[in-house]
T-cell receptor, first 117, second 115 residues
Framework: AQKITQTQPGMFVQEKEAVTLDCTYD???????LFWYKQPSSGEMIFLIY??????QNATEGRYSLNFQKARKSANLVISASQLGDSAMYFC??????????????FGTGTRLQVFP | KAGVTQTPRYLIKTRGQQVTLSCSPI?????VSWYQQTPGQGLQFLFE???????NKGNFPGRFSGRQFSNSRSEMNVSTLELGDSALYLC??????????????FGPGTRLLVL
């Protein structure tokens, strides 16, 4: 079975600094996709960034980048120039195949990021 | 383009009652998935609908059911509510399928409290 592990329950970072949130995964499927979502206290899961297993380059989206190390099975999220509004829970997720040719997302336990002035 | 919308945002029910939650996907998206989020179990997959058909279901009791309409809007129903059903219920939409390399976009969720 596939698995996503986030070992950091909480992280603190000062405003304008960069922070790395860790994510490791386990799968035997050669084709997979990894996602990062942000969940503020309001509850909505906001899509941040996606990395496909066959993508040659690390994904980037504005201040978010994904440090994808396939051999180590890690997909760490890097947030540059942190802002107070980045304070939230961050979830790493992976596609898991289901019967019938569809997939679902499986999630890690999340990392709570606190940005302080 | 409007995002995924869910109604109601908050709901309080008592044990034994039933509840219906609604989700409208992003325009043009035909797949709707539902997830339950609790502090103890985290995020768990409930079911997925595509073109009015349930394609897959997670490991939840039969009290949890859903449906999808021809306009892709989806509802989920929980009958005979239990205290443990208190959770944030998240709906997510995809144009076609995650398996095709697409992304799931989530709504704001419905917070259900069962007393």
């Amino acid at each position: 079975a596939q698995k996503i592990t986030q070992t950091q329950p909480g992280m603190f970072v000062q405003e304008k600094e960069a922070v790395t949130l860790d994510c490791t995964y386990d799968t035997s499927d050669p084709s997979y996709g990894l996602f990062w979502y942000k969940q503020p206290s309001s509850g909505e899961m906001i899509f941040l960034i996606y990395q496909g297993s066959y993508d040659q380059q690390n994904a980037t989206e504005g201040r978010y980048s994904l440090n994808f190390q396939k051999a180590r099975k890690s997909a760490n999220l890097v947030i540059s120039a942190s802002q107070l509004g980045d304070s939230a829970m961050y979830f790493c997720a992976m596609r898991e195949p289901l019967l019938g040719g569809t997939d679902k997302l499986i999630f890690g336990t999340g990392t709570r990021l606190q940005v302080f002035p | 383009k409007a995002g995924v919308t869910q109604t109601p945002r908050y709901l309080i029910k008592t044990r034994g009652q039933q509840v219906t939650l609604s989700c409208s996907p992003i325009s043009g998206h035909r797949s709707v998935s539902w997830y339950q989020q609790t502090p103890g179990q985290g995020l768990q997959f409930l079911f997925e609908y595509f073109s009015e058909t349930q394609r897959n279901k997670g490991n939840f009791p039969g009290r949890f059911s859903g449906r999808q309409f021809s306009n892709s809007r989806s509802e989920m129903n929980v009958s005979t509510l239990e205290l443990g059903d208190s959770a944030l219920y998240l709906c997510a939409s995809t144009r076609g399928s995650l398996a095709g390399g697409e992304t799931q976009y989530f709504g704001p969720g419905t917070r259900l409290l069962v007393l």
